[in-house]
């Protein structure tokens, strides 16, 4: 079965530098859940989408962007990066009218150095 | 504010016993509960959900247990495996109608290891 595909896997970048996250939701899902795990830590919700439409914001810093686009992917975009968000970003999806499930890619491993 | 928490940050059972996660939390807006199982380097996996209006849901070796009361679930696999090895997230989800509809808030992650 088609699962959360995200690019890149790995990721480094330098301070003050920006990063793009993309997502692609498995197929017929029409919402998008973006998470960020420090080390040790459990995720934390960032930013949601839920047909093309941004539907519930978390702790994003204001630094952090993120859109989905007609064809239901994702991306976020990272500015000014900083040490701390050195962190695991994951992608969910989901059919929110069906299912409280949400999908998990594998998520991007930010490295900022 | 830790709103879901997994006290045990580990917990080691021997191959064929059951293995018992708990989970409490304290928003009385969460009205669905989902476990996940995380292999390092790779994200959580689905494995079983309950809604608020239920007290128990199974699936195969994995039963989960809801006391709304408490404000507590419990995640069972039984007879566990050695392929059970990893680590098990507790969420919770607000419902339609809630302002944080299908966001999940996680807990902490408890390590299980089975033993063979």
């Known amino acids: 079965a088609a699962g959360v595909i995200q690019s890149p896997r790995h990721l480094i970048k330098e301070k003050r530098e920006t990063a793009t996250l993309k997502c692609y939701p498995i197929p017929r899902h029409d919402t998008v859940y973006w998470y960020q795990q420090g080390p040790g830590q459990d995720p934390q919700f960032l930013i949601s989408f839920y047909e093309k439409m941004q539907s519930d914001k978390g702790s994003i810093p204001d630094r952090f962007s993120a859109q989905q686009f007609s064809d239901y992917h994702s991306e976020l975009n990272m500015s000014s990066l900083e040490l701390g968000d050195s962190a695991l970003y994951f992608c969910?999806?989901?059919?929110?009218?069906?299912?409280?499930?949400?999908?998990f890619g594998p998520g991007t491993r930010l490295t900022v150095t | 504010d830790q709103q879901v928490k997994q006290n045990s940050p580990s917990l080691s059972v021997q191959e064929g016993r059951i293995s018992i996660l708990n989970c409490d939390y304290t928003?009385?807006?969460?009205?669905?509960f989902l476990w996940y199982k995380k292999y390092p380097a790779e994200g959580p996996t689905f494995l079983i959900s309950i809604s608020s209006i239920k007290d128990k849901n199974e699936d195969g070796r994995f039963t989960v247990f809801l006391n709304k009361s408490a404000k507590h679930l419990s995640l069972h696999i039984v007879p566990s495996q050695p392929g059970d090895s990893a680590v098990y997230f507790c969420a919770a989800s607000v419902g339609a109608g809630g302002t944080s509809y299908g966001k999940l808030t996680f807990g902490q992650g408890t390590i299980l290891t089975v033993h063979p």
């Open positions: 928003n009385s807006m969460f009205d669905y």
């Open positions: 969910a999806s989901s059919q929110i009218l069906s299912s409280y499930e949400q999908y």
